[in-house]
DNA sequence: AAGCTGCTTAGAGAATCATCTAGACAACAT
DNA sequence: ATGTTGTCTAGATGATTCTCTAAGCAGCTT
């Protein structure tokens, strides 16, 4: 574990520019929430009263077999968006709410300059 | 043009369950967002004053060919992130805020339920 | 301990993607 | 009209991705 290699001071949004090191991080996660799959999977795990959801509930929700269920849980994982614990037989999923939150922030257009209204 | 297919009544987070179809609207999008040369491709327009940039200034920030950026702006066009116009010579970008506002809302965990913390 | 179930890892194959070169179109300049 | 410059399209290629099957480990049950 343990996914954040250049952890800096600030949160970067798109109204500034951004260093090649600093897109290809946040790239990376854009580009693991870029498959429909994962979508759902994040969905249905932030969806969830109580926040956890265990595997066998998710790989039920989908026409896929497990390997490829455990397959998009590990990009979710080493992207740093959930992170899971065994419990017993089975392993629990959860949101990591802070990182959502700053891709969030980062793409906030409250913090990017408007076009024609710019200031 | 007209990238929006299945423009519903309400802009989903992660909190409500997605419905397939919508969850691969959304993954177009944030696959779009998941190269680190169109991040910075955007995180250039979206920080020019004026919120306009001419391709030539965008070639010329990176080590790639033009085909290739046109390419990426492409790509940026069809998620409808960025619009463009022709004007003389030279062909303008700009981003198009309510687009990144949508995936901004989309991901920003104040709608969704923390986990251990959930309602 | 032997077997069963839940989940992950390993390896393979088809599809998609990012990049390039070559060529085309658009607008301006001479 | 012809040439020059800016941008896009077409086609090709190596790399990456998503999915599967087969096999492995972890923990429970008997």
New binding site residues.
């Given amino acids: 574990m343990s996914s954040q290699q250049n952890a800096e001071c600030c949160e970067p949004t798109l109204s500034e520019a951004l260093s090649p090191d600093r897109a290809a991080e946040l790239a990376r996660s854009f ?1 693991v929430l ?2 429909p ?1 994962r979508l759902r999977v994040l969905s249905l795990i932030a969806a969830r009263r109580g926040g956890e959801v ?3 509930d998710i ?1 039920d929700a989908f026409d ?12 979710l994982r080493e992207a740093g968006l959930v992170d ?1 614990e ?1 419990r ?4 629990y999923y959860w949101i990591i709410p802070a990182k959502l939150g700053l891709l969030s922030q980062f793409l906030d257009p409250a913090d990017t300059v408007t076009p024609t209204a710019g200031a």
Avoid: E, M, N
């Avoid at 896929?64 to 990009?75: A, C, F, K, N, V």
């Fill in positions: 580009k870029g498959d799959v265990c595997v066998c790989t896929l077999t497990g390997p490829t269920i455990s397959y998009h849980l590990r990009q899971c065994r017993g037989t089975w392993v």
